[in-house]
């Protein structure tokens, strides 16, 4: 398989949006932040390209400018908005020119490419994984230091850095791409524009094996998607970037257009099921026929949330999996985690597995008897629209 971190990272925070991006290749248009972000990832560029010089601030800002005019028109986006993130990306530019003058820095490569080839002995196959490296410095004869600049605005802790995936995966392509350098040469870190803050971390030669080793979990987490055909979309804070919202389960029914006859219907069941929910006297029978009649309609539509006038209905499935739990009493009791199940219903063992290490948890998935999928409906009461320019 080929990958990147970008598509390691997008399957586990939305296995469908991995689908709809990496399996059926759909174009999505990328949202006002993710353009930002990568102007400004142009123009940092800039900064360091020497030509026979390096250019000036007001080079670099006209040049951040001309781009984000360009890239802003294409959008369509709105010209007050436009203003602000364009002096949102001055500011940015200005604050770390002044921290940082390219000619006080030793650069190796801008925007590095690499591609590394991760074995898998199990398997017997290999998987190429590539990325690019926004910036690879050598301050001394014998260290190098991996920058990526990020425009989040909010900071990780020390210890999201150091176990930070993609910081692993660039040491790796750095020490594959030139192979005399080992990993402990090497310095990575994560530059946040928005604070003029870099973070910092390291990694050991243990690290990246264990690295090679989660990659290639994610892998076969993808490749057992494919093969039961399963992507599910998980719904989050994330969805506010996603381009896929108007062809996914969860958002699509809110880009609807036509009023249909039957769209009138589905309004005044969402509109009973909220009253019902909010009555004091328990309605079953009729929350019950209600919910029959709004999984009807999500599988006739293809859809797993709803939308009306008063919030939101959200259908969740879950797996519940069945355990062999004599297999599994062999398999704890060496660990001496069988007496924290022992009163133990399912749910209780799933959680104690998650506490294992990831490659000890997918022992217990051979173990699994069968599987059965419980779906509920949650209400939400925000009441949502479709922001005008996405
Ligand atoms: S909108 Fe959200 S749930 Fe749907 S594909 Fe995108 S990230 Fe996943």
Redesign the pocket.
């Given at each position: 398989m080929r990958t990147s971190y970008s598509a390691l990272e997008t399957f586990k925070?939305?296995p469908?949006?991995y689908k709809?991006s990496q399996i059926d290749k759909i174009k999505g248009e990328k949202s006002k932040e993710a353009v930002f972000g990568s102007v400004i990832h142009s123009a940092l560029r800039f900064m360091f390209t020497k030509n026979p010089l390096f250019p000036t601030i007001d080079e670099v800002l006209n040049y951040f400018s001309d781009i984000w005019s360009g890239e802003s028109l294409t959008l369509k986006i709105p010209e007050n908005q436009t203003d602000s993130y364009l002096e949102e990306g001055k500011k940015i530019l200005r604050k770390f020119f002044l921290k940082n003058q390219p000619w006080n820095f030793n650069i190796v490569d801008l925007e590095s490419r690499f591609e590394v080839i991760i074995e898998d002995p199990n398997q017997k196959e290999s998987h190429i994984l590539a990325g690019i490296i926004d910036r690879v410095d050598k301050p001394t004869d014998d260290t190098y230091e991996i920058i990526d600049y990020k425009t989040s605005r909010r900071m990780p802790s020390q210890d999201f850095v150091d176990k930070n995936l993609q910081l692993s995966i660039y040491n790796l392509g750095l020490v594959k791409r030139w192979t005399h350098i080992s990993p402990d040469q090497v310095t990575l870190s994560l530059y946040f524009l928005e604070h003029g803050e870099k973070l910092s971390s390291k990694r050991s030669s243990d690290d990246l094996a264990s690295t090679k080793n989660q990659i290639l979990l994610a892998i076969k987490d993808i490749r057992e998607r494919e093969r039961s055909s399963e992507f599910p979309?998980?719904?989050?804070p994330?969805?506010g970037f996603?381009p896929?919202?108007p062809i996914?389960p969860?958002?699509k029914h809110l880009y609807k257009k036509e009023d249909a006859p039957s769209d009138e219907e589905i309004k005044s069941i969402i509109r009973d099921y909220f009253e019902a929910k909010n009555s004091v006297l328990g309605q079953y029978d009729k929350i019950e026929m209600l919910q029959a009649k709004i999984h009807h309609y999500l599988d006739e539509k293809g859809l797993e949330r709803i939308f009306g006038p008063d919030g939101y209905i959200t259908r969740r499935t879950a797996e519940k999996k069945n355990y062999d739990l004599e297999r599994a009493r062999v398999m704890l009791q060496p660990l001496g985690l069988w007496q924290e199940v022992l009163k133990v219903d399912e749910k209780k063992l799933e959680k104690i597995l998650k506490t294992l290490p990831e490659q000890k948890q997918k022992k217990f998935d051979g173990i699994v008897k069968d599987i059965k999928k419980v779906s509920t409906l949650t209400i939400s009461r925000k009441r949502l629209q479709i922001e005008k320019d996405l």
């Amino acid at each position: 398989m080929r990958t990147s971190y970008s598509a390691l990272e997008t399957f586990k925070i939305c296995p469908l949006k991995y689908k709809f991006s990496q399996i059926d290749k759909i174009k999505g248009e990328k949202s006002k932040e993710a353009v930002f972000g990568s102007v400004i990832h142009s123009a940092l560029r800039f900064m360091f390209t020497k030509n026979p010089l390096f250019p000036t601030i007001d080079e670099v800002l006209n040049y951040f400018s001309d781009i984000w005019s360009g890239e802003s028109l294409t959008l369509k986006i709105p010209e007050n908005q436009t203003d602000s993130y364009l002096e949102e990306g001055k500011k940015i530019l200005r604050k770390f020119f002044l921290k940082n003058q390219p000619w006080n820095f030793n650069i190796v490569d801008l925007e590095s490419r690499f591609e590394v080839i991760i074995e898998d002995p199990n398997q017997k196959e290999s998987h190429i994984l590539a990325g690019i490296i926004d910036r690879v410095d050598k301050p001394t004869d014998d260290t190098y230091e991996i920058i990526d600049y990020k425009t989040s605005r909010r900071m990780p802790s020390q210890d999201f850095v150091d176990k930070n995936l993609q910081l692993s995966i660039y040491n790796l392509g750095l020490v594959k791409r030139w192979t005399h350098i080992s990993p402990d040469q090497v310095t990575l870190s994560l530059y946040f524009l928005e604070h003029g803050e870099k973070l910092s971390s390291k990694r050991s030669s243990d690290d990246l094996a264990s690295t090679k080793n989660q990659i290639l979990l994610a892998i076969k987490d993808i490749r057992e998607r494919e093969r039961s055909s399963e992507f599910p979309p998980t719904p989050g804070p994330w969805c506010g970037f996603c381009p896929y919202r108007p062809i996914c389960p969860m958002w699509k029914h809110l880009y609807k257009k036509e009023d249909a006859p039957s769209d009138e219907e589905i309004k005044s069941i969402i509109r009973d099921y909220f009253e019902a929910k909010n009555s004091v006297l328990g309605q079953y029978d009729k929350i019950e026929m209600l919910q029959a009649k709004i999984h009807h309609y999500l599988d006739e539509k293809g859809l797993e949330r709803i939308f009306g006038p008063d919030g939101y209905i959200t259908r969740r499935t879950a797996e519940k999996k069945n355990y062999d739990l004599e297999r599994a009493r062999v398999m704890l009791q060496p660990l001496g985690l069988w007496q924290e199940v022992l009163k133990v219903d399912e749910k209780k063992l799933e959680k104690i597995l998650k506490t294992l290490p990831e490659q000890k948890q997918k022992k217990f998935d051979g173990i699994v008897k069968d599987i059965k999928k419980v779906s509920t409906l949650t209400i939400s009461r925000k009441r949502l629209q479709i922001e005008k320019d996405l």
